[in-house]
């Protein structure tokens, strides 16, 4: 026993609750090891995993290879400022084929046949021109002339921009060290001395025709090595890496962010493992638990696992296309990726779960789509169902039909006029024999609609023949019989219980009010006794009270009982709403004054109801006890009565004593008071009645609270009377 109450913990939803945070717990551990190793990635190439120091990477390489380029740029193409202003730094064949590009010029027997002068502002004939392209000669003329000086203008421009931004750039670096010289030694260019730059390790050397690179332990050459502003000139390049770094420039950050990247990728790929690891763990505990509450128990299934499987699959897989288009187009912060990621992971978490649910139910593959479908084809040819019938016998008539007519189509055409007349024989004998069943089916559905006819009239001893009802309407007429079976037991079952409760009522009515008025009269006879001894006069007198409260008790149950039930007779008659409500509060004037209460009646027309008066006496005394035992002492009463939809309206407003911090609607409940300490007198049951004999008397009865002010409303439907009994009580 205890090793099953070990195992079968397991399965309590503590667990599987701890299972899930666990599983997204490693699932966010898994999301951030991935966005820091995607940020690795996108800087550092999968060399960095091989590589000893920074040298040996490939982004140190390119870096290096921009810088270079940047150098050999402003020292050897461009040289100075000035030099650039002056256009000795113009690239005539870029400069031209800009210009064409630029304008559209096609090259071809004009172009041929001309020349742009060294100036850029005009154009040398060195050919014949064909007499039918003179006017294209012109125009092309007038655009060099007045187009290629400003084009001119602006690619030296262009050239100055690059100059500069090259000398800022260079400006900038702190750990790359250069400098360059000519034929005969004389150095042009760089930010380092020659003797400073050997002293370093990492150093490089390029000319035409001649390289030595030792940057680091495996070199590789760029196309940036074969540049051929050096291969033209007769410059040499001397270059070189400071180590240690300086910090300060972009060679530095690399440094950082290379150690960064190989101190981070151990640990990150220790912890996507076991991150890994434990979301499996945590999968498996769930798969092997997930709908059960004990150990071999019941499986339980889900609302998700009543959708079809293959909806839910394409359902997952639709989210998984969106999330992946997300992610890949929208998301733009690590929180909103972090929150489309979970709910990705829950999504397929509960999918999964879903699976499993299934699976140990064995109700996976009947669950699917095709599964349900192919079942309910089946229902087609089994004959359980109408509309299986249905189905069978339109298809049959149909094919029936269809193959008749077809014999007696294509019989003449073949020569078989006999067989043409048999078959029209057979068509009319066919019709008539399902015309037959037909109207026999329709026969069967009139003897249903007639059984459920007597149903709705109250009729639940009339019996459906099942020997009349055709097939097609069997498994219908069954249903209906079972309804009317069921109807019957269930009135007869309410009939037998309200007798038996009106039977119950009586009896104790008898057999509590008997005993109760003996001691009631008992009582009477004591306090009539000439006592000696207080207290026990005292006792007398509480004894009379509670007895007398306990009669109204019981008169009140059985009142109560009675209302509810509908074993009231009601004998309804014309009333008059205010004489009869100025007439309770006049019995009732004593206690009224005592609780320092004062009523103000409105009633701007007479207002005449069809009710019965004694009902409507024990409504209206309900209600004012009500409002003299709960109402603020020394308040007023607010009565209006008139006259709405058929209805006459009586409105009783009072202030409570106490606050009302309860719902109004429970107070026509049973044995439910106003007071929750049940200090004053009363049974809880007086409003409950109130209800009941306002509603078998045609009307209603609520009650509506604002802050403190209680609002009591009795609806009885109005008396009607004819045109001349209205004349005759004018009269009158």
Not at 90 to 100: E, I, P
Not at 240 to 256: K, S
Not at 463 to 469: E, P, S, V
Request: charged share 25%; net charge negative.
């Amino acid at each position: 026993m205890a090793t099953k109450s070990k195992k079968s913990k397991l399965y309590r939803l503590r667990y599987k609750g701890i299972a899930v945070f666990l599983f997204f717990t490693f699932a966010v551990s898994i999301f951030f090891c991935g966005i820091v190793g995607v940020n690795i990635s996108r800087k550092w190439s999968w060399d960095v995993i091989n590589a000893d120091t920074v040298y040996d990477t490939e982004e140190f390489r390119e870096a290096f290879s921009r810088t270079l380029d940047r150098a050999v740029q402003a020292d050897i193409y461009y040289q100075n400022e000035d030099r650039v202003s002056k256009g000795a730094a113009v690239d005539r064949n870029d400069l031209l084929n800009g210009f064409k590009r630029y304008y559209g010029i096609i090259d071809g027997i004009i172009t041929g046949n001309t020349e742009i002068n060294a100036a850029y502002n005009g154009l040398l004939l060195h050919g014949e021109i064909p007499e039918s392209l003179q006017g294209n000669l012109e125009e092309y003329r007038n655009l060099v002339e007045s187009r290629l000086p400003a084009y001119y203008k602006m690619y030296i421009q262009r050239q100055l921009d690059e100059y500069k931004n090259c000398i800022r750039y260079l400006a900038g670096v702190r750990n790359f060290l250069y400098y360059v010289e000519d034929e005969n030694g004389n150095v042009v260019g760089g930010n380092a001395a020659k003797g400073e730059i050997s002293q370093e390790a990492r150093t490089l050397v390029l000319s035409a025709g001649f390289s030595s690179d030792h940057l680091g332990e495996n070199p590789y050459y760029f196309d940036t090595y074969e540049n051929p502003v050096l291969e033209k000139s007769n410059f040499k390049f001397y270059g070189a890496i400071r180590d240690p770094l300086l910090p300060g420039d972009e060679f530095y950050d690399l440094w950082q962010g290379f150690g960064f990247a190989k101190k981070s990728i151990p640990i990150l790929s220790c912890v996507s493992a076991v991150s890994l690891l434990g979301m499996l763990l945590s999968v498996i505990y769930l798969v092997r638990v997930t709908g059960q509450t004990e150990r071999r128990g019941k499986i339980q299934l889900g609302m998700v696992d009543r959708l079809y499987n293959e909806v839910h699959f394409l359902l997952v897989a639709f989210f998984g296309c969106i999330a992946g288009f997300t992610a890949h187009t929208l998301v733009d912060t690590i929180r909103q990726g972090a929150v489309l990621y979970l709910v990705t992971a829950a999504i397929l978490l509960n999918y999964l779960l879903s699976v499993a649910r299934q699976l140990k139910n064995k109700s996976f593959f009947r669950n699917t789509w095709i599964s349900v479908s192919i079942r309910r084809m089946s229902e087609l040819f089994t004959g359980s169902t109408f509309r299986g019938w249905m189905v069978i016998v339109m298809l049959c008539y149909a094919l029936g039909n269809c193959v008749i007519m077809g014999v007696m189509v294509m019989a003449p055409y073949y020569g078989y006029a006999e067989l043409a007349v048999l078959a029209g024989v057979v068509l009319v004998c066919f019709n008539g024999l399902c015309m037959y069943w037909f109207v026999r089916a329709l026969r069967s559905l009139k003897e249903i609609m007639i059984s459920v006819k007597e149903s709705a009239k109250g009729n639940f001893s009339y019996q459906l023949d099942l020997n009349k009802i055709s097939p097609s309407f069997l498994n219908f007429a069954e249903d209906v019989a079972n309804i009317q079976e069921g109807f019957k037991n269930a009135v007869d079952d309410a009939v037998k219980g309200e007798r038996m409760k009106a039977e119950l009522i009586t009896n104790v009515s008898h057999d509590l009010k008997t005993p109760l008025t003996s001691i009631i009269s008992y009582v009477e006879l004591l306090k009539h006794e000439d006592l000696k001894n207080e207290r026990a006069k005292g006792f007398i007198a509480v004894l009379y009270e509670k007895s007398y409260r306990l009669k109204h008790l019981i008169e009140d149950l059985i009142e109560a009982s009675k209302a509810s039930s509908g074993n009231l007779a009601v004998a309804k008659m014309r009333v008059d709403y205010k004489q009869l409500t100025l007439q309770a509060m006049g019995e009732l004037e004593d206690k009224t004054n005592a609780a320092g209460l004062t009523f103000k009646l409105s009633c701007d027309e007479p207002v005449f109801i069809d009710a019965d008066g004694g009902h409507m006496w024990r409504i209206l005394e309900n209600l004012l006890s009500n409002v003299i035992k709960y109402a603020m002492r020394n308040s007023r009463i607010y009565v209006d009565i008139f006259k709405m939809d058929g209805y006459g309206v009586l409105v009783m407003k009072n202030i409570s004593a106490t606050p009302i911090d309860f719902d109004e609607t429970r107070l026509t409940e049973r044995f439910v008071r106003g007071d929750a300490s049940r200090t004053t007198e009363g049974s809880g049951l007086g409003l409950s009645i109130t209800q009941s004999l306002a509603e078998i008397q045609g009307g209603t009865f609520g009650i509506q609270v604002d802050g403190d002010l209680f609002k009591a409303i009795v609806s009885i439907p109005l008396w009607e009377e004819d045109e001349e009994e209205e004349n005759e009580v004018d009269t009158l």
